[in-house]
């Protein structure tokens, strides 16, 4: 349950960021999406013009007569997806520069509104300082970071998609054997972003305390503290206590996870490698032919392309999404004094009065 729930705080944290990119800059949106779809289709359509050119090399040496015009025309096709994919790498690059200097102009300008709006009370608040602690640490990257992930989880799914199909058609046990290895290393790479954001959490009043060590010793205002009391060895001390504390942590964190990824990754290995010895022993049945190998084998390999970067993106767009999620919830934060509608002009010829509508005691 608790996953369920944390699958869908990232669908809709993530849905409301594209909305809202969506609508600061619609055209660069559709140019992302279109420059990410691209790469993810050209591959395919290039290990099949390979297999199309091999199957006739075959044919050519088992006598049958060479047609040049289909040669020629699977070499402009070759051209053309090579112009095309060139070209699409440079849009994405391009897109995502405009997307990374675009979005934080609108972005910041709506979070920023949203803090100033807010009354003193909430700065008295220890929860919304490590809120707001979170949201000085993410605001500047973390929503394009999102963004740029979530489009590349999209090119990954496309990648995929075709793979599948492909596979499909050559064998539905495959697809099985797939699903199989598929669903434990997403899980995984879920839990690894959650711990990791655990980490980063559970450390931040520690990360307070690094900062303000950090500032104590660099800061030209307290040098002269620093040196009337002879701190700095004691502050040396505390800051590499708390830096060797989140190494440890961490490191343990990454040890964990690099066996588990160590262990599936024996069972990935067989699946893929498994095909592929499929193909090449039904080409030499004569079901398959010698373009065939070419073919399936590339599309074995896009698979796991496709597969390792959904996986990657998938954790990166989960750890993100906790970060921008603490973005919104600042956002989402009203001023509990709040400004009416229709004030009335205060009149200066009279004593003024000041009542207290919402109090527990009576009117005065």
Same mark, same amino acid.
């Given at each position: @349950?608790?996953?369920?729930?944390?699958?869908?705080?990232?669908?809709?944290?993530?849905?409301?960021?594209?909305?809202?990119? &969506?609508?600061?800059?619609?055209?660069?949106?559709?140019?992302? $999406?279109?420059?990410?779809?691209?790469?993810?289709?050209?591959?395919? $359509?290039?290990?099949?013009?390979?297999?199309?050119?091999?199957?006739?090399?075959?044919?050519?040496?088992?006598?049958?007569?060479?047609?040049?015009?289909?040669?020629?025309?699977?070499?402009?096709?070759?051209?053309?997806?090579? !112009?095309?994919?060139?070209?699409?790498?440079? +849009?994405?690059?391009?897109?995502?520069?405009?997307? &990374?200097?675009? $979005?934080?102009?609108?972005?910041?300008? @709506?979070? *920023?509104?949203?803090?100033?709006?807010?009354?003193?009370? /909430? /700065?008295?608040?220890?929860?919304?300082?490590?809120?707001?602690?979170? *949201?000085?640490e993410s605001y500047s990257y973390q929503p394009q970071r999102l963004i740029s992930n979530l489009f590349y989880c999209l090119q990954s799914s496309l990648q995929l998609s075709i793979a599948f199909v492909a596979l499909a058609s050559l064998n539905w046990f495959f697809v099985f054997l797939i699903l199989i290895i598929s669903i434990?290393?997403?899980?995984?790479?879920?839990?690894?972003?959650?711990?990791?954001?655990?980490? &980063?959490?559970?450390?931040?009043?520690?990360?307070?305390?690094?900062?303000?060590?950090?500032?104590?010793?660099?800061?030209?205002?307290?040098?002269?503290?620093?040196?009337? !009391?002879?701190?700095?060895?004691?502050?040396?001390?505390?800051?590499?206590?708390?830096?060797?504390?989140?190494?440890?942590? %961490? +490191?343990?964190?990454?040890?964990?996870?690099?066996?588990? %990824?160590?262990?599936?990754?024996?069972?990935? +290995?067989?699946?893929?490698?498994?095909?592929?010895?499929?193909?090449? *022993?039904?080409?030499?049945?004569?079901?398959?032919?010698?373009?065939?190998? %070419?073919?399936? +084998?590339?599309?074995?390999?896009?698979?796991? %392309?496709?597969?390792?970067?959904?996986?990657?993106?998938?954790?990166? $767009?989960?750890?993100?999404?906790?970060?921008?999620?603490?973005?919104?919830?600042? @956002?989402?934060?009203?001023?509990?004094?709040?400004?009416?509608?229709?004030?009335?002009?205060?009149?200066?010829?009279?004593?003024?009065?000041?009542?207290?509508?919402?109090?527990?005691?009576?009117?005065?």
């Open positions: @349950m608790e996953k369920l729930d944390q699958i869908k705080d990232t669908f809709k944290t993530s849905l409301r960021l594209l909305k809202i990119v &969506w609508g600061i800059d619609k055209g660069l949106f559709i140019a992302s $999406v279109i420059a990410i779809i691209i790469p993810g289709i050209i591959p395919f $359509v290039n290990i099949y013009i390979y297999k199309l050119v091999i199957d006739q090399v075959v044919a050519i040496i088992g006598g049958i007569p060479f047609e040049p015009s289909f040669f020629y025309l699977l070499i402009g096709i070759r051209v053309l997806t090579y !112009f095309f994919q060139s070209a699409a790498f440079q +849009t994405q690059e391009l897109v995502e520069r405009l997307l &990374w200097t675009k $979005v934080p102009i609108f972005l910041n300008q @709506m979070a *920023f509104e949203k803090i100033s709006s807010l009354d003193i009370h /909430y /700065y008295e608040n220890d929860k919304f300082r490590n809120l707001l602690e979170k *949201f000085r434990p290393e997403f899980l995984l790479q879920n839990q690894q972003s959650k711990l990791a954001y655990g980490i &980063w959490n559970k450390q931040s009043p520690l990360q307070k305390r690094f900062h303000y060590l950090t500032r104590m010793l660099e800061g030209h205002r307290e040098h002269k503290e620093i040196k009337l !009391f002879d701190l700095a060895s004691r502050f040396l001390g505390e800051l590499k206590k708390i830096q060797l504390n989140f190494y440890k942590e %961490n +490191t343990g964190l990454a040890v964990r996870n690099y066996k588990l %990824n160590l262990f599936f990754n024996i069972f990935s +290995t067989a699946v893929f490698i498994g095909i592929e010895i499929y193909v090449i *022993f039904e080409a030499l049945a004569k079901r398959l032919t010698v373009g065939d190998i %070419n073919f399936y +084998t590339g599309v074995v390999s896009n698979f796991q %392309n496709g597969l390792g970067g959904l996986l990657r993106n998938l954790n990166t $767009v989960f750890d993100s999404s906790m970060y921008v999620k603490t973005i919104f919830e600042i @956002m989402d934060s009203e001023p509990i004094i709040k400004e009416i509608k229709n004030p009335k002009p205060l009149n200066l010829k009279k004593a003024p009065l000041i009542e207290f509508k919402n109090s527990l005691s009576p009117a005065q």
